[in-house]
């Protein structure tokens, strides 16, 4: 079953996130009903088989300058679609590329800030029961 989670705009964040293109109108996350995950925060996109998800959890609340906008960590190579200081930590078997950015970087994880974060996990964890 297709799901839809916008994501949660700071209000303090939300004229820098539109320097870059993130708006509630351009930042999403699916879940479709041929099974993958779609993540998209402006004009980057990540998808991936929900297969390949390994985990959900919800996680924060983190420094505004390590959460906010695109980021890719240094120490673990995870991704971050940030508008918020909360969000959900998704894990993944094999790591997975955004596009356009950050070339041919692969990631082992993605934080998304959604609204509603324990709809997330509990979608996720279902339709890796299904």
Known sequence: MASHFDFHFDRRFEKLLSLI??????????????????????????RTELAN?????????YRWWRAIGVRASLKDRGLTFGSALEGVCISFDEPVSAKPAF????????????????????????????
Not at 21 to 44: H, M, N, W
């Open 53 to 61: 998800v390994t985990g959900a959890k919800m996680t924060g609340p």
């Open 21 to 46: 293109g993130a708006s509630p109108q351009t930042c999403s996350v699916e879940i479709t009903d041929d099974g993958y995950l779609e993540a998209r925060f402006g004009k980057v996109r990540l």
């Open 103 to 130: 070339g041919r970087f692969r990631h082992p994880g993605l934080t998304v800030t959604v609204t509603d974060r324990m709809g997330l996990v509990e979608a996720l964890s279902t339709s890796k029961k299904a």
